[in-house]
Every structure is written in structure tokens, then in C-alpha cells.
């Protein structure tokens, strides 16, 4: 299965992120709503250039694979989603993505997450995919679960993020 360039559907493109993605990705990981409950963000189209050599260290060390989502009918893009933590000696990964606002609740997510999940079961040979959320991210919750993952733990005020703690949630979908 070759995912550097994948459509799915009817609806949507996935394709290897490369260097002319880096608006794109300032665009999401620099808007608020994005951003509200994700790990990173960027003040400056300049900064996101840090997020492009992550993007591509994932792939030169072997450790994950990211992809741009596009609609294939409109062009637009969409959002981002992919795998990083991967370890091939326990064959697991974990799951990231996001997608603009405007595309929230449209279902792009139900078609790109099983194509992203399957390429990591069959091609990377993984047998557990992770998904870390953080617990007040009820809309991501409810996505994550609608994919098949289950809540297996949570690590309360685990994390700190702008001087607050934070709990998160880890779900997991095992190779059937």
C-alpha cells in the first residue's frame, strides 16, 4: 500500500508532506482553534520550518510518517495526520491529526484515519496504534472512539501546558 499519494473515496487525497506544505501547515498549527488542544503551535510561518525538519527526521530516522490532507474535489486542504513514537521493536506508534475548523464534523477524518491505520498495521507491521488526548478534548474523544480506539488509561495531571497541568487519555486500537 503505497500512501505518498492515496485517495480515499471519493472525497479525499493524502499525500507525503513535503517542503510547499509549510503554509499549510503554519496556517492549522497557528490557528487557535487548532491548536487549543494540541501539542504545538507557531507564531510565524518562519517557525514552522522547526515542524517541516521534524516531518521529515520522522521518515530519515525510521520513527513515523505524517500526510497532508487535500479534498479531492475542491483542492483545499484539509488538515494532517500521520504516525510518530514508532517503535519497531514492540510494533507501536503513535496516531496524530488535525484538520482545519471549517472541516470539523464532516466526516474527513472517518475517511483518511482507517487508511492511515491500516498502512500502520499492514505496512509498519504495527500491532498497537496509541492516540493521546487530552481528557477536556471532548470532540477529539468522541472522533478517536467513532475510529474503533478504546480508552485504556489516564494520566492525570501528567502534563504541564501554559503553567496549568493537564490529564491525558490514551486510546488504543490493536491489530486484529
Known sequence: MNLNFMRSASRIELRSIID????NIFFGLSNPDVIKYYGISFNTFEAT????????????????????????????FLGAAGFNDLNKELKKAEIGFWLLPEF???????????????????????????????SENLNCKRAIEKLGFTLESTS???????????SLDTYIKLKL
Open 156 to 166: 492525570r495531571d501528567s502534563e504541564l501546558k501554559k503553567g496549568k497541568l493537564i
Open 20 to 23: 510547499s506544505d509549510q503554509e
Open 49 to 76: 520550518r522547526e515542524q517541516m525538519i521534524w516531518f521529515q527526521n520522522l521518515e530519515k530516522n525510521g520513527t513515523g510518517k505524517w500526510w497532508t490532507i487535500y479534498s479531492s474535489i475542491t483542492g483545499e
Open 104 to 134: 470539523w464534523g464532516k466526516g474527513y477524518m472517518q475517511e483518511a484515519m482507517p487508511l492511515i491505520c491500516d498502512y500502520g498495521f499492514n505496512e509498519l507491521e504495527l500491532i498497537r496504534i496509541e492516540g493521546i488526548v487530552e
